[in-house]
């Protein structure tokens, strides 16, 4: 999809963004971002760019983990507009996840959600992010992925008619994008195969590229690190552009811990503090988060009683 369309197809769902993915989701959504923070490992004295912050969900929940300063960035007012109303005090920027107004190496991490699909070049985006982070830093993020196998079949039937018909009892923007979601992740990967993802990373300067899928293959969190050798902090698209795809990338699945850092200091909102949050993806925490019927009906009223 083009990037001009993002803005388009999310306006208006800012206030409700939060509470309803993480219904329709059956409470993923919160736990991959929750792992997608804890992928970072930034310090108090840390400066972390956040791009594609939406409502502010996981700019933050690093604030509260790591007690860092964060700035969040989105090309969508009305989804920057909700992220304020949470919280005042945290800079947020309206801009292109592709030309970043900021100036090189401006950053120790740098963190996005749901991002790649909405840009019209993933590969010259993942330049461009890397290009503010410093070299050493970490930079990460989650994206929807399609599972494999016989799970494939009910992830389309799911996206494809539960999605749609489960937002129409929100509203007519959520029905929208329940429609969109499933077509656009088949597309992206159609284009762009999981170890291309990985050759624009490592295109972009970016070394000990790691892939975890999560939720039996419905999401993947990759996080990696900026360079700090010269070759590969400043000229890493010109070295590593002629390898085969996947060559040179480190591809590794593994649990990500996601408790709270040590002396880390609250200063703002928990993302949430229920265990069901705080379970790390994989193994049978996924089938007990999204499966299990009496999880499953507690996450519901939880979700909608609050």
């Not at 107004?101 to 590969?123: E, G, I, K, W």
């Not at 993806?281 to 499953?296: A, E, I, K, N, S």
Request: aromatic share 10%.
């Amino acid at each position: 999809m083009p990037a001009a369309d993002a803005p388009r197809i999310f306006s208006g769902i800012g206030e409700t963004y939060e509470r309803v993915g993480a219904l329709l989701s059956f409470g993923q959504d919160p736990r991959w971002r929750t792992a997608l923070v804890s992928s970072v490992d930034a310090s108090a004295e840390d400066r972390v760019l956040d791009v594609a912050t939406g409502t502010g969900l996981v700019a933050r929940e690093l604030a509260r983990r790591y007690g860092c300063a964060v700035v969040g960035l989105d090309q969508s007012a009305t989804m920057l507009a909700a992220a304020a109303a949470r919280n005042g005090h945290m800079p947020l920027i309206r801009g292109r996840a592709e030309r970043l107004p900021f100036p090189d190496a401006s950053f120790d991490h740098l963190t996005f959600t749901y991002l790649l699909r909405y840009v019209d070049d993933p590969a010259a985006t993942m330049r461009e992010l890397a290009r503010v982070v410093k070299p050493g830093g970490r930079i990460a993020m989650v994206e929807f992925a399609v599972p494999s196998g016989p799970l494939r079949w009910a992830w389309w039937l799911y996206t494809r008619v539960g999605l749609p018909f489960l937002g129409r009892f929100v509203s007519k923007q959520w029905s929208d994008v329940g429609a969109f979601l499933g077509p656009s992740i088949e597309r992206f990967y159609a284009t762009h195969p999981q170890h291309e993802l990985e050759r624009y990373w490592g295109d972009a300067g970016l070394c000990e590229i790691r892939s975890t899928r999560m939720s039996f293959g419905g999401g993947v969190l990759m996080s990696a690190t900026r360079s700090t050798s010269e070759a590969g902090a400043t000229e890493g698209p010109r070295a590593m552009g002629n390898r085969p795809p996947g060559r040179g990338v480190r591809r590794r699945v593994e649990r990500v811990s996601v408790a709270p850092a040590e002396g880390a200091t609250s200063v703002a909102p928990a993302l949430d503090r229920s265990a069901f949050y705080s379970l790390a993806p994989g193994g049978l925490r996924d089938y007990w988060t999204l499966l299990h019927p009496p999880y499953t009906a507690w996450h519901l009223s939880y979700v909608l009683l609050g």
